[in-house]
């Protein structure tokens, strides 16, 4: 029996999936382990989870994937590697081997010292008790490798069910870790996640898969049976159309399960463009959530009330109504431009923008210069 990913567009209710399964499977007398990459999202699970079950069990287990990684497949039988437990983690916003003015490589850092043997200064600080977290896959993998899988097989003694959440964010070493989870966990792991909603990353370098479409395909290599979970629950109809819109109608098309819109909200309902000089009356006007690049955005124009998210710090979260700050790339799409996220970087741009669009339940508004909102294909805000 394969393992599954399951992708799971914005809105589709995937925590709903991950604790009603779990659930169940702890009903039948099984264990559950859910692996997490964001603390919000570990806060969340167990949340959903207390108030589904009414209450806390010990058969249900989340954890983040750093710890995961440092607690199940590394501290077990890091012996094999080095004598001394590695305590904790250290957070590697970079490349920890790498001088951050001048991008060399510093000395004593390399993965081999001389007589062959692992350095630990390669994997662990200079106190050798923690472990990089831009490492600690590529560690999980070498001690997998030299132990046959231990670390793989124990879990699979431990938990019947294992969740990775948020799998768009995995990125290089952390497939490597999940190909030996899935050789010795048949039918036991399923993976949720939106690769269109990809903006963070689990660790820095280079080594693949990187891309969305190339992360899908390392699933697929490693045969897992790809199930869709494409009905939204949060937006409109028009919200999800718009939201398809930005990666092309790559991934499957997005149905709306919202059928009935609360009075309040009926009377602007939909996709509109709101003129830089008019951005003060639409807040006034509708209160909606801004959304932007990061704190410097719509500096000039954004009145002292607004509440406001940057585009990463709004994924998981939904609002009623939703005001965009589009980057220069974005802009494109709201243009119309055929191909707007052509550019370097655009992948994260064209992520970013995705998870904006699905935070809106009834309406969205796109900020543009007031010289350049004629001709849109949305409609132009008209102040009362």
């Given amino acids: 029996m394969p393992n599954e990913l399951c992708l799971a567009g914005a809105g589709s209710g995937k925590t709903h999936k991950v604790v009603t399964e779990s659930i169940a499977e702890i009903e039948r007398g099984g264990k559950v382990l859910v692996v997490t990459y964001t603390t919000n999202n570990q806060i969340e699970l167990r949340s959903r989870f207390l108030k589904e079950y009414g209450k806390a069990s010990e058969r249900f287990v989340v954890k983040g994937l750093y710890s995961f990684y440092l607690e199940d497949m590394i501290r077990p039988y890091q012996r094999v590697v080095f004598p001394d437990r590695i305590e904790s983690f250290f957070f590697n916003a970079d490349n920890p081997h790498l001088n951050q003015k001048t991008r060399r490589p510093l000395p004593g850092r390399a993965e081999r010292l001389a007589d062959g043997q692992v350095n630990p200064l390669y994997y662990l600080t200079s106190c050798k008790t923690k472990?990089?977290?831009?490492?600690?896959a590529k560690l999980a993998t070498h001690i997998a490798k030299e132990t046959k899988n231990s670390?793989?097989?124990?879990?699979?003694?431990?938990?019947t069910k294992v969740y990775f959440d948020e799998v768009q964010d995995l990125v290089g070493w952390d497939y490597s870790a999940l190909s030996y989870l899935n050789k010795a966990m048949p039918g036991s792991i399923c993976c949720v996640g939106d690769f269109r909603q990809t903006i963070y990353d689990t660790t820095f370098g280079q080594k693949a898969p990187q891309s969305a479409v190339d992360k899908i395909k390392?699933?697929?290599?490693m045969k897992f049976e790809l199930k869709p979970l494409a009905m939204n629950r949060r937006c409109i109809k028009l919200i999800c159309e718009i939201a398809d819109q930005v990666h092309q109608h790559a991934y499957e098309k997005t149905d709306s399960a919202v059928v009935k819109v609360p009075d309040e909200f009926n009377h602007h309902l939909g996709a509109f463009v709101v003129r830089q000089s008019e951005v003060s009356d639409y807040i006034a006007t509708f209160s909606p959530i801004v959304l932007r690049s990061n704190v410097?955005?719509?500096?000039?124009y954004l009145p002292p009330e607004a509440r406001c998210h940057n585009f990463g710090g709004s994924k998981g979260l939904g609002f009623d109504r939703v005001l965009i700050i589009p980057s220069e790339s974005q802009l494109d799409f709201v243009y119309g431009l055929e191909n707007p996220f052509g550019g370097k970087d655009s992948e994260v741009?064209?992520?970013?923008?995705y998870v904006a669009i699905t935070r809106?339940?009834?309406?969205l508004g796109f900020v543009v210069a007031d010289k350049k909102a004629d001709g849109l294909p949305y409609p132009i805000w008209q102040k009362p």
């Fill in 296 to 300: 410097r955005s719509g500096t000039k």
């Fill in 151 to 159: 670390a793989s097989l124990r879990l699979k003694e431990i938990y």
């Fill in 218 to 221: 390392s699933f697929t290599a």
């Fill in 349 to 353: 741009a064209q992520n970013k923008l």
């Fill in 131 to 136: 472990a990089h977290t831009g490492l600690l």
């Fill in 360 to 363: 809106a339940r009834y309406s």
